[in-house]
């Protein structure tokens, strides 16, 4: 039986560690699911600004959830991270991982010994000079995830694997389409969305932009003079749709400026990726992260795209042990996404 291990998400103002039991025949399962709340100040777009805070948290989580491993599994996204479709050599893969510091430099926005760097290899096409492997770069700042490694390291936790949330969060998001065609992936998070092409259940192209439902609290506070927990509280409540008073009026107004320039993205997107290959045919959008949750978010989009939009049921995936209570589990809605998706790596 291998042994478990944990999918840890540290979003903006909550971590969340998913422990799941790999399987390498069937559904993994959950073991245990749990969240601690930190103040928004601790984590800044995915990063540790506050390790002291960081650190007694996870210290909490880990003896109030008991969970039985300290492995765990990272995951890296937002503005840390760029990713680019690129053709190489071909090569074996541990070569190709070794020599792409000398080969990406130009690619880089930052130099290269500040960047850690990854190849996810898409197929293989030929060349003008020889068989090459077309595939996605990866390149985060070493930097922030240092940060991150520090943190859990001094909470008594081994990090043994850093995973590309969007990467992450497809895994549990695809074959929610059984018709043909890619699927368009979104993740809404609070400070950063990401929005993946996948095909045949592969990642072809990634793109994460530096905006999410924070963005809408905040101009609903600043709008409205009042502050965030109530700004949270009116976006909540009427999102997108049309409200019944004036200050919901407004909240409706600003949420959909600022949900509009999401769904532009994700158009933007489709037509770009459409552009570079103009065989591909899109079946749906497949839609999580807490910021889609936003009401009339999915109908927006939906018709923005001109495509069916499905939310994601986290777990779907997984079976859920007996020690995982269903119901708080499953009112977390797509809460668990990073975290379950973090587990799923298959070794490479
Ligand atoms: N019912 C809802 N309606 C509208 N927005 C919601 C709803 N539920 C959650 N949100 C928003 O979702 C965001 C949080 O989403 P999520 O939990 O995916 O982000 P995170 O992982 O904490 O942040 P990030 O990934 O950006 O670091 C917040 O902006 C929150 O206001
Ligand atoms: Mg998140």
Redo the contacts with the bound molecule.
């Keep these: 039986m291998p042994r478990t291990l944990i999918g840890l998400?540290l979003?903006?103002?909550?971590i969340r560690a998913a422990e799941v039991q790999p399987n390498p025949k069937g559904r993994p399962q959950l073991h245990r699911y749990a969240e601690v709340a930190v103040p928004a100040s601790a984590i800044n777009?995915?990063v540790v600004a506050d390790e002291e805070v960081v650190v007694a948290a996870l210290k909490r989580l880990w003896s109030e959830a008991r969970f039985k491993s300290r492995s765990v599994v990272i995951g890296i996204?937002?503005q840390q991270v760029l990713t680019r479709e690129l053709a190489l050599p071909r090569m074996p893969l541990e070569q190709l991982r070794e020599t792409l510091p000398f080969r990406v430099q130009d690619l880089l926005p930052l130099p290269v010994e500040q960047a850690l760097l990854d190849f996810f290899p898409l197929e293989e096409v030929e060349g003008e000079e020889g068989p090459q492997l077309r595939g996605l770069l990866v390149a985060a700042t070493r930097e922030s995830v240092t940060a991150n490694t520090r943190a859990i390291a001094a909470a008594g936790l081994r990090v043994i694997d850093v995973d590309l949330i969007p990467f992450a969060v497809s895994r549990v998001q695809l074959e929610e389409h059984d018709g043909p065609g890619a699927e368009v992936l979104v993740h809404?998070?609070?400070?950063?969305t990401s929005i993946v092409v996948a095909e045949g259940g592969i990642p072809q192209f990634v793109r994460t932009l530096p905006a999410?439902?924070?963005d809408?609290?905040e101009a609903i506070a600043e709008r409205l003079r009042i502050d965030e927990a109530e700004a949270?509280a009116l976006?909540?409540r009427v999102?997108m749709a049309e409200g019944t008073d004036p200050a919901a009026r407004t909240a409706a107004k600003v949420a959909g400026e600022i949900a509009a320039e999401l769904v532009r993205a994700v158009r933007s997107t489709i037509a770009f990726y459409t552009n570079a290959h103009p065989a591909a045919s899109f079946g749906g959008v497949v839609l999580s992260?807490?910021?889609g949750?936003?009401?009339g978010f999915a109908d927006a989009l939906g018709a923005a795209v001109g495509l069916p939009v499905m939310s994601v049921a986290a777990g779907v995936k997984f079976s859920v042990g007996p020690r995982v209570d269903q119901e708080s589990f499953f009112a977390a809605g797509?809460?668990p996404t990073?975290a379950l998706g973090l587990t799923m790596r298959s070794p490479a």
């Design positions: 998400d979003g903006s103002g909550v777009e995915g996204g937002s809404v998070g609070a400070q950063s999410g439902g924070a809408i609290t949270e976006k909540r999102g992260g807490g910021g949750a936003l009401i797509p809460a990073v």
